[in-house]
């Protein structure tokens, strides 16, 4: 299944494979920079993966060998921009796309090559884990260009990298490669050119073998410590753990243990 969500101005396109499905940003023409109608699009993609009950794991890519995610269009900035006004409209659907997948039930990966710049990267920093080939770079070029990130963007840079190391990034505006990203923790793995698509594959053949409730369970429970534990969150991770013990697989997952064999888990 291949479904294209359309823009004039690049697609935002899902696809699957077996118990993996694929969110791909499409742009080639602009290193897959991300038009406002593409950002738009991304919520209703990912919601899109999350209700399809074969699918375990979500893998955000770009189209091509070369680009992630460039950034923003930034030729679109003179009308989508023009205004703090029209800039804070622009953040809220930002937002959105990046809440889509942090909040997403499922476990996501960013499966990153070449650049990862801004808007990009903050895609990437909204999934689950993040593996980046070699020869990628990755930067956050805000100072720039004058404008401000929207403070959930904000608090994703941080809660991976640390204060100290997000300052310098959004001060200085640098460029680095993935060694040098690997190292501060912006990205989890950095693997050779040459074998990221074996390591996505095998990484995604990982978790679509594991509990997907328990994974669900951890994911909120995770987000809401880090999100600075509040009562509705925590709650709601509470009883996402509760629904764990309620399930099928916890019963499979113990009798499988006993029995020394694979569990066969079902999401129920």
Excluded at 79 to 92: E, I, L
Aim: proline fraction near 3%.
């Amino acid at each position: 299944m291949n479904t294209p969500l359309a823009s004039d101005q690049g697609t935002i396109s899902t696809r699957v494979e077996g118990s993996v499905g694929w969110l791909v940003v499409d742009n080639t023409a602009k290193r897959n920079a991300l038009s406002l109608a593409m950002w738009k699009q991304v919520p209703a993609a990912v919601d899109r993966l999350v209700a399809d009950p074969n699918i375990r794991v979500i893998v955000v890519r770009g189209a091509g060998e070369t680009s992630f995610v460039s950034g923003a269009d930034i030729s679109e900035f003179a009308q989508t921009r023009s205004t703090a006004a029209a800039a804070k409209a622009y953040d809220v659907i930002n937002v959105a796309a990046f809440k889509a997948l942090k909040q997403a039930a499922k476990p996501t990966i960013a499966m990153i090559r070449g650049h990862c710049l801004g808007g990009g990267l903050g895609l990437a920093l909204a999934c689950d884990l993040r593996i980046a080939a070699a020869g990628s770079v990755f930067g956050i070029p805000a100072a720039r260009l004058g404008i401000a990130y929207p403070l959930d963007a904000m608090s994703d840079i941080v809660e991976a990298v640390g204060p100290t190391t997000a300052k310098r990034l959004l001060f200085t505006a640098e460029r680095i490669g993935a060694e040098e990203a690997l190292r501060i923790q912006l990205i989890g793995e950095a693997v050779a050119e040459a074998n990221l698509d074996a390591r996505i594959a095998a990484l995604c053949a990982d978790l679509t073998n594991n509990a997907p409730l328990t994974q669900t369970a951890a994911k909120m429970s995770i987000n809401a410590i880090a999100g600075g534990c509040q009562d509705d969150a925590m709650a709601l991770a509470a009883k996402a753990a509760e629904t764990c013990y309620e399930s099928r697989d916890f019963a499979e997952g113990r009798d499988a243990f006993l029995e020394k064999r694979q569990p066969n888990f079902s999401g129920t």
